[in-house]
T-cell receptor, first 111, second 113 residues
Framework: GENVEQHPSTLSVQEGDSAVIKCTYSDSASNYFPWYKQELGKGPQLIIDIRSNVGEKKDQRIAVTLNKTAKHFSLHITETQPEDSAVYFCAASRTGNQFYFGTGTSLTVIP | EAGVTQSPTHLIKTRGQQATLRCSPISGHTSVYWYQQALGLGLQFLLWYDEGEERNRGNFPPRFSGRQFPNYSSELNVNALELEDSALYLC????????????FGDGTRLSIL
């Protein structure tokens, strides 16, 4: 089955700096890559996703890049704010199959 | 549009008891997924239901079971509770299986005393 690895497990940045979280996957048939943000006491919320026919996608301060050849994808958060502090999860899946999640990254934005 | 709803929010049980957790998916979603999240850890896949059928289960003992009803709601049953079952149990739903976003509820916090 699919195996998703996520790094780093913890990340601290100064407010206003950028944060990058990286994930690798093993199944070349995976074609959908979502990112989730989980705040304390809440369920994970989808923040951005990308499909295998696209190399990059942006939504305001958040962007995701995908390298199908190397089988890795990354989340980029620019101009970080304290409210960006949370746990972030990446996932990979393919049509007709379940999600495989990374182990999570705890992001702390220091004011 | 109402999101995924889970009940109860908190559940306290003692070792050996049985627990039932419930999930109502977003209207129109036919796939339901259950995950276990122990404190400070990641999302461990438990069960996946689609159109009333169990499609896959994670690496959990048989005392973890569930079902999906004709209205696509679902319940997770945990028998013979053990201390290590204490965790946040999350339910997610999606319109189609795979390659579509999963939408999560806020979970049921199960505490075993």
């Amino acid at each position: 089955g699919e195996n998703v690895e996520q790094h780093p497990s913890t990340l601290s940045v100064q407010e206003g700096d950028s944060a990058v979280i990286k994930c690798t996957y093993s199944d070349s048939a995976s074609n959908y890559f979502p990112w989730y943000k989980q705040e304390l006491g809440k369920g994970p919320q989808l923040i951005i996703d990308i499909r295998s026919n696209v190399g990059e996608k942006k939504d305001q301060r958040i962007a995701v890049t995908l390298n199908k050849t190397a089988k890795h994808f990354s989340l980029h958060i620019t101009e970080t704010q304290p409210e960006d502090s949370a746990v972030y999860f990446c996932a990979a899946s393919r049509t007709g199959n379940q999600f495989y999640f990374g182990t999570g990254t705890s992001l702390t934005v220091i004011p | 549009e109402a999101g995924v709803t889970q009940s109860p929010t908190h559940l306290i049980k003692t070792r050996g008891q049985q627990a039932t957790l419930r999930c109502s998916p977003i209207s129109g979603h036919t796939s339901v997924y259950w995950y276990q999240q122990a404190l400070g850890l990641g999302l461990q896949f438990l069960l996946w239901y689609d159109e009333g059928e169990e499609r896959n289960r994670g690496n959990f003992p048989p005392r973890f079971s569930g079902r999906q009803f004709p209205n696509y709601s679902s319940e997770l049953n945990v028998n013979a509770l053990e201390l290590e079952d204490s965790a946040l149990y999350l339910c997610a739903s999606s319109l189609l299986t795979g390659a579509q976003p999963q939408h999560f509820g806020d979970g049921t916090r199960l505490s075993i005393l």
